[in-house]
């Protein structure tokens, strides 16, 4: 397994990662499996970005809250009383107990452990038998906050508390979305779904599961037969802004409404604000490290992706459909046909993220020419090695 030295000599290497699609090296290996490299993307990426966790619709009412991580960092989404959504960390101030864990409604978070209280504004109310702890002062006490904003539905948070908004450098993209109207979109519960698992945890790096849903080169191949309605061919990769926070490619279909079932066609209702351009085509747009989605044109899918380690990410999937369309007819059923294919691109997908993993972390493993279908992969270059280049210079500045 390669160690990766951050010397000049790394930081100019990635240049030829970063240039046009037809000249560019994938980035080095040990970019995928040091973990030394992890704690380095932790300062670079992690600490700084914006992360997904959830989708707003998860907590609607006051006292509303759902839970998730990102490198190993417990955090819990609450509706306030007042109706705001907050994101704090879920870790007591006692002893480190976690105060919330999965998902519910709360009238405050009683640490399970010695039951110090917090509001679902985050502060200390109640410590029980902690008056003869010298100046302790529960007003003093909180679970730290994290800032939160909410695009097209979804809730990101930054552990950075001078991070500037993600909104403003997701224009483009979100144009590009706007007939789908993500933000009003309906989420089927797992139950009316019977499709892969929403939350697993998978063994590989992160960028290697983000890549595998950048990359258009091996659709028509991986999932030969699956994907005929997408050939590869009609990829197209649109300029992105410089200091854009995310990207999208465009991936024509061979028929409009082209669905991914034994049927090619999409058997849920259209999302009402498309037009004939846009049900022609799948958008695969992505806001790394940790959010990326998948639009057809009767229903989208989603993909948070939550580092846990250089080689562990866990992957929280989910779908959105039209509005009403939970309401029509056999609506199960037709969900169940439509994940039923996504079951089987998933698992060949999964299958090769980890033998890329392994690949990886042999002596042998390449950085390798792309072919001009993998120009998402050089977005997603550019986006890491600016992120990348920064930490370096902020570590070097006194
Ligand atoms: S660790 Fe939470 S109350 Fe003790
Ligand atoms: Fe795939």
């Known amino acids: 397994m390669t160690r990766l030295q951050l010397n000049n000599a790394f930081f100019d290497g ?3 990662s970063i240039c046009d699609v037809n000249r560019a090296v994938s980035l080095p290996p040990g970019c995928y499996t040091d973990a030394g490299f992890f704690a380095f993307e932790k300062r670079a990426i992690f600490d700084r970005e914006w992360l997904c966790v959830g ?3 998860w907590a609607k009412q006051p006292g509303d809250y759902f839970t998730s991580s990102h490198v190993r960092e417990p955090i819990v989404v609450v509706r306030n009383r007042d109706g705001v959504l907050k994101a704090f960390s879920a870790v007591c101030q006692h002893r480190g107990a976690l105060v919330a864990e999965g998902a519910g409604n709360a009238r405050s978070f009683i640490c399970p452990y010695h039951h110090w209280t917090y509001s679902l504004d985050g502060r200390l109310v109640t410590a029980p038998d902690m008056e003869r702890a010298c100046d302790f002062d529960t007003a003093r006490v909180a679970l730290p906050e994290l800032k939160l904003e909410v695009w097209l539905g979804f809730v990101f948070v930054n552990f950075d508390p001078a991070a500037a908004p993600l909104g403003p450098r997701l224009v483009k993209v979100a144009a590009a979305l ?8 309906d989420e089927p519960s797992h139950a009316e779904i019977s499709g892969p698992q929403w939350t697993q945890k998978f063994p590989w790096n992160w960028k290697v599961h983000f890549e595998n849903s950048n990359d258009s080169y091996h659709a028509n191949k991986l999932h030969k037969g699956l994907n005929d309605v ?3 061919s009609l990829s197209e990769f649109p300029e992105m802004p410089a200091d854009t926070a995310g990207y999208f490619r465009f991936n024509g279909t061979t028929e409009i409404d ?5 049927l090619n066609k999409a058997i849920l209702p259209i999302f009402r604000g498309l037009d004939e351009q846009d049900r022609r085509r799948v958008i695969f747009a992505n806001v790394p490290p940790s959010f990326f ?3 057809r044109a009767d229903y989208v899918t989603y993909v948070i992706l939550r580092a846990e380690s250089a080689e562990e990410v866990w992957a929280d999937r989910g779908y959105l459909v039209a509005p009403g369309a939970m309401q029509q007819p056999h609506f199960r059923e037709r969900m169940a046909m439509t994940t039923a294919n996504g079951a089987a691109v998933n698992q060949q997908d999964r299958s090769i993220d980890a033998a890329v993993q ?3 972390r042999s002596r042998f493993a390449p950085r390798g020419r792309y072919s001009w279908q993998e120009g998402g992969q050089i977005a997603l270059n550019r986006w890491l090695v600016d ?3 920064a930490a370096r210079s902020r570590a070097e500045t006194p």
């Not at 706007?178 to 979109?185: M, R, S, T």
């Not at 082209?258 to 034994?262: D, V």
Request: charged share 25%; hydrophobic share 40%; aromatic share 12%.
């Open 14 to 16: 990635l240049d030829s």
């Open 55 to 57: 989708r707003e619709a």
């Open 178 to 185: 706007a007939p789908f109207d993500l933000a009003h979109a």
């Open 230 to 232: 997408m050939p590869t």
């Open 258 to 262: 082209a669905g991914f079932n034994p």
């Open 293 to 295: 989605i998948f639009t």
């Open 358 to 360: 392994r690949g990886l």
């Open 387 to 389: 992120r990348y280049r």
